[in-house]
């Protein structure tokens, strides 16, 4: 499942990226395979999302999210 495929309150564990372009920059963030991540809320018009992770909020392009590859916990 993609990240941008979750619903606010879900939360999931980040397993691989499917693009080589983004990786560099979506760890720098913290967005690291093993990291538990919760979806906080979704922007009116569906973009940018707001996610937790590693004690902080983040916001991300549907883009970003569309390349991160996750597996929910609940």
């Known amino acids: ?5 979750l619903k606010p309150g879900q939360e999931a564990i980040i ?5 080589s372009e983004i990786l560099l920059k979506l ?4 967005c690291v395979p093993g ?3 919760y979806l906080e809320q979704v922007a009116p ?3 940018p999302i707001s ?4 004690g902080y909020s983040l916001s991300l392009r549907l ?4 390349h991160i590859n996750v597996t929910v916990i609940n």
């Open 27 to 30: 760890m720098e963030m913290g």
């Open 15 to 19: 397993d691989e990226f499917d693009s």
């Open 1 to 5: 499942m993609k990240l941008s495929d």
């Open 35 to 37: 990291e538990r991540i």
């Open 51 to 54: 996610i937790k992770i590693s």
């Open 63 to 66: 883009n970003e999210a569309q």
């Open 45 to 47: 018009l569906g973009d």
